[in-house]
């Protein structure tokens, strides 16, 4: 496992105020900490990727509750790669036929035997292919067991999660691993244990930050993805907007060569 230096030195001095000021200035700052403190894991990551996708892999992202804004930050989206798939847990869940009830909509993430579920979202998934998961505990069953199965099934996995969360909460997986214990490379979100950062009168804290920094890494990884594979003669395979004249034609062309192997949710 590789692990950067984590991102949360931003947030050791907490801002007072509770405004959109004070929220925009530390986000500001805990953007710029996580860039430069995560920078040579997102070239670790963003090499994986590349690999991937010059032996005709697939990025097979996913995210539960807020962090699925990370998967849809890597997966079909304009100015990021084509071969990318966002695995999301209600189609697993779905999938699994357990329902979707108010009580245990909560606590699916938690549920390990889910995760075969998930993994087979990733349509015909391939040993070149890399999985991106993202979770800001990192502790969850459905998590752990997803990314031991990516690990057992040979892929190399990418995580990215909040370490001052993580390394404060015990895992609910049977084995009691955390998230970023079994990754190759594990990328430090820098948000803070609870998410949250700025202060409530009486205690407490709102206003959370990590699917900020989560988007960041993401395009991050893209942009030295996309870099690496220009180094190596390769073009990059990269979505135009739809909203573009010309989009869907260049998009669907390129889509083709991936014909059975990506997902395309609205």
């Known amino acids: ?32 900490v996580v860039a430069a403190a995560q920078a040579q894991g997102v070239a670790q990551a963003a090499r994986l990727l590349a690999d991937s996708v010059e032996a005709g892999g697939v990025i097979q992202a996913f995210g539960t509750g807020h962090s699925e804004a ?11 790669l084509i071969p990318t798939n966002r695995l999301a847990l209600r189609d ?32 015909d998934a391939q040993p070149q292919d890399v999985f991106l998961i993202a979770s800001n505990s990192g502790g969850n069953g459905s998590i752990v067991e997803f990314a031991r199965l990516v690990r057992e099934r040979g892929h190399k996995l990418v995580a990215v999660t909040s370490m001052d969360h993580t390394t404060r909460v015990t ?9 970023f214990e079994v990754a190759d490379v594990v990328l430090d979100n820098g948000a803070p244990y609870g998410d949250a950062v700025l202060p409530l009168p009486g205690g407490g ?8 920094t989560a988007a960041l890494l993401a395009q991050m990884m893209v942009a030295d993805t996309l870099a690496l594979l220009l180094e190596r003669g390769v073009t990059p395979p990269v979505y135009l ?10 998009n669907d062309e390129l889509e083709a060569r991936y014909a059975g192997r990506l997902r395309r949710l609205l």
């Open 1 to 32: 496992m590789s692990q950067s230096e984590p991102g949360s030195p931003a947030l050791s001095e907490r801002p007072a105020e509770l405004s959109a000021a004070a929220y925009a200035a530390l986000a500001a700052q805990t953007v710029t």
């Open 70 to 80: 990370f998967a849809m930050e890597i997966a079909g989206r304009a100015g990021g």
């Open 92 to 123: 697993a869940v779905a999938a699994a036929g357990v329902g979707t009830d108010s009580e245990r909509a909560g606590r699916l993430e938690r549920d390990p035997s889910l995760a075969q579920h998930i993994y087979d979202l990733a349509l």
């Open 171 to 179: 895992s609910r997986h049977p084995s009691g691993l955390r998230l």
């Open 205 to 212: 804290s709102a206003c959370g930050i990590s699917s900020i």
């Open 241 to 250: 907007s739809a909203n573009i004249p010309g989009g869907d034609e260049h």
